[in-house]
T-cell receptor, first 110, second 114 residues
């Protein structure tokens, strides 16, 4: 299963865009990239996923490089409620279950 | 539509005791799984199921048993609790279609073993 690498923490000013990077250099051609977030020890929440093309939904945008070795999750206008741990995940662990790494702890500051 | 329901939310056990963590989903998903999360760490997969009657081990299965007699329920059993099993346990129900999976997580069970 592909491994992902994320910075352990990031800060962002409220109202600004938060750009969270992820490296997944060993990802295979048919593996999706998923982003989840976990707010204050609640259960993780799905944000967005992508395979090759950039994706956007009501929560965020996902930019995947052409070689698929890295991606960036963009929260266009971060709010204090976006403070959370963000996990970049590629499927492919046991039974194709999600394999979580350490994630990025995003702190949105006033 | 309740999604994924875990009970209890909190539990304190003595070393050596056994207990069952309950997980139920009402989304008719085939895939279900159990994760544990230790302080400051990501989630680690304990056991998972790809359908009723089918279970398999994840990354950290020792000390835990599971069964899947119905699509809705996926209980996790601690056979003989140890302090190392103090953790937060999350159950997930997963929608899988056309290569894409989306996991829905319960709110967690916070277990302390003393």
């Amino acid at each position: 299963d592909a491994k992902t690498t994320q910075p352990p923490s990031m800060d962002c000013a409220e109202g600004r865009a938060a750009n969270l990077p992820c490296n997944h250099s060993t990802i295979s051609g048919n593996e999706y990239v998923y982003w989840y977030r976990q707010i204050h020890s609640q259960g993780p929440q799905y944000i967005i996923h992508g395979l090759k093309n950039n994706e956007t939904n009501e929560m965020a945008s996902l930019i995947i490089t052409e070689d698929r070795k890295s991606s960036t999750l963009i929260l266009p206008h971060a709010t204090l409620r976006d403070t959370a741990v963000y996990y970049c995940i590629s499927r492919g662990g046991a039974g194709n279950m999600l394999t979580f790494g350490g994630g990025t702890r995003l702190m949105v500051k006033p | 539509n309740a999604g994924v329901t875990q009970t209890p939310k909190f539990q304190v056990l003595k070393t050596g005791q056994s207990m069952t963590l309950q997980c139920a989903q009402d989304m008719n998903h085939e895939y279900m799984s159990w994760y544990r999360q230790d302080p400051g760490m990501g989630l680690r997969l304990i056991h998972y199921s790809v359908g009723a009657g089918i279970t398999d081990q994840g990354e950290v299965p020792n000390g835990y048993n599971v069964s899947r007699s119905t699509t809705e329920d996926f209980p996790l059993r601690l056979l003989s609790a140890a302090p190392s099993q103090t953790s937060v346990y999350f159950c997930a129900s997963t929608l899988s279609r056309k290569g894409h999976t989306e996991a829905f997580f319960g709110q967690g069970t916070r277990l302390t073993v003393v």
